[in-house]
Nanobody
Framework: QVQLVESGGGLVQAGDSMRLSCAVS????????MAWFRQAPGKEREFVGR????????EYADSVKGRFTVTRDNVKDEAYLQMNNVEPEDTAIYYC????????????????????WGQGTQVTVSS
């Protein structure tokens, strides 16, 4: 059974940086495309960023482009979300997700694309 475990969340001040990690176990990490989503209080879960199995294809939500970076380490079986210049609007529970889907045209920004999810980690940005 594939398991994803996020870590690194907490309280941070606006303008600061934070890095989230997602450790994957129970499967071959390199076959999964990885993504990060977030859910703010009272809002739907939304796409943040994603990267392909080898890290060659990366895309971001417009709201985080230029501030957030998604990376992965296929040796450590981990994915990362580096968040720079955070804003109070970034306050949310952050989830990592994994999928084996690789076909061109796969809607990687949609929740339903992903078979596996972590339990989430809270990020709170104070102003």
């Amino acid at each position: 059974q594939v398991q994803l475990v996020e870590s690194g969340g907490g309280l941070v001040q606006a303008g600061d940086s934070m890095r989230l990690s997602c450790a994957v176990s129970g499967g071959t990490f390199s076959v999964y495309a990885m993504a990060w989503f977030r859910q703010a209080p009272g809002k739907e879960r939304e796409f943040v960023g994603r990267l392909s199995r080898n890290g060659g294809n990366i895309e971001y939500a417009d709201s985080v482009k230029g501030r957030f970076t998604v990376t992965r380490d296929n040796v450590k079986d981990e994915a990362y979300l580096q968040m720079n210049n955070v804003e109070p609007e970034d306050t949310a529970i952050y989830y990592c997700a994994a999928t084996k889907k690789v076909l061109v045209g796969t809607p990687f920004r949609l929740l339903g694309t992903y078979e596996y999810w972590g339990q989430g980690t809270q990020v709170t940005v104070s102003s």
